[in-house]
């Protein structure tokens, strides 16, 4: 079963409009989350993340926001930039110490 | 400070051979976790290592094995390979157990199973 899940396997953007990647969770034990930034031929790097106990990180041009109620959290990358096209995985842990990854999603964000 | 190296980058291997992978953590990290990425599938969780004992697996078979020696490199191996075996692995190295935000990947090694 899929615990983390990305439901949008692609997302276009146009240069300096918002980027907003999505991402479900089912297992309420997970508590911690973290998104990855994934360029061809290179490792996922990791970009931001948040505690349950918070609803919004923000970093620079990136902010994600946390829903428990939900089980969902998003990650909205303000103003997109053509050299964020990449693939963005979310991911989240528990006491298990595993990280467990979604399916990715590919941004394309257009000049 | 050197990044994670995987070798070898790239392989195809015919189903049934074995292969054995190999990772590099950056220097001073003792954590060594295994992830394989498939194509809609994104990553999942193989194996973690520390001080050469493996500290948390996944759900996959025994045929998926793994080591790490006491320089703390790893090498992980599959056995009697399938060609649902084909896909990226890659590995991530930390400091310790459990500091998963400070994780690093490598470049991965993209294995062909034909």
């Known amino acids: 079963d899929q615990q983390v899940k990305q439901n949008s396997p692609s997302l276009s953007v146009q240069e300096g409009r918002i980027s907003i990647l999505n991402c479900d969770y089912t297992?309420?034990?997970?508590?911690?989350f973290l998104w990855y930034k994934k360029y061809p031929a290179e490792g996922p790097t990791f970009l931001i993340s948040?505690?349950?106990?918070?609803d919004k990180n923000e970093d620079g041009r990136f902010t994600v926001f946390l829903n428990k109620s939900a089980k969902h959290l998003s990650l909205h990358i303000v103003p997109s930039q053509p050299g964020d096209s990449a693939v963005y995985f979310c991911a989240a842990s528990s006491n298990t110490g595993k990280l467990i990854f979604g399916q990715g999603t590919t941004l394309q964000v257009k000049p | 400070k050197a990044g994670v190296t995987q070798t070898p980058r790239y392989l195809i291997k015919t189903r049934g051979q074995q292969v054995t992978l190999s990772c590099s953590p950056i220097s001073g990290h003792r954590s060594v976790s295994w992830y394989q990425q498939t194509p809609g599938q994104g990553l999942q969780f193989l194996f973690e290592y520390f001080s050469e004992t493996q500290r948390n697996k996944g759900n996959f078979p025994g045929r998926f094995s793994g080591r790490q020696f006491s320089n703390s490199r790893s090498e992980m191996n599959v056995s009697t390979l399938e060609l649902g075996d084909s896909a990226l692995y890659l590995c991530?190295?930390?400091?310790?157990?459990?500091?998963?935000?400070?994780?690093?990947f490598g470049p991965g090694t993209r294995l062909t199973v034909t």
């Open positions: 948040i505690s349950s106990i918070k």
């Open positions: 991530a190295s930390s400091l310790a157990v459990g500091v998963i935000y400070e994780q690093y």
């Open positions: 297992n309420s034990m997970f508590d911690y």
